[in-house]
């Protein structure tokens, strides 16, 4: 079994923002793979399915962004899962918008839901990191993270959104370079 998070703001005035992209990508997930209805646990929302072979639970903590580490840390504990069962969706900066990648461990970047989780459970669970560019100027970063995509990114959004949740089997097994390459092979065609 695993725990797929993915981070963002809870409310439908965040819905569009750049930061909720990691709720945006769990939802395409659970539509592909034909979860089940959300439920309210865990102080989030929690869908369970099946990818494949794999049982997946998909997580989008209710707590906000700072907070995400509690809901997080309630639910790997309840299943009696470790962080290595853990994939995180969330929002990069240092990421060229709508590239993906995939990483376990490493730094926060200055990110707070990862630090929340890193504060719960330590820094080593598998991260997919969903581009959103930098604005150029560090003056211009809150507005920009939590900005609403424009009309013209909404395309390209909904073609990565579709090709994570195509190629997310590929993460079930585990085999993240895979993933990482039919994600940009789709996103190229």
Known sequence: MQLWVGLGNPGGQYALHRHNVGFMAVDTIAEVHGFGPPQKKFQGWLQEGRIGTEKILLLKPATFMNESGRAVGEALRFYKLTPTDLTVFHDELDLAPMKVKVRTGG??????????????????????????????????????????????????????????AAEAPWLAKGDDVRFMSDVASRQAG
């Open 107 to 164: 730094g926060l970047a200055g990110h707070n839901g990862l630090r929340s989780i890193d504060q719960h459970l330590g820094p080593d669970f598998r991260r997919v990191r969903i581009g959103i560019g930098h604005p150029g100027h560090k003056d211009r970063v809150t507005g920009h993270v939590l900005g609403n995509y424009a009309k013209s990114e909404m395309d390209p959004l909904a073609d990565m959104l579709g090709a994570i």
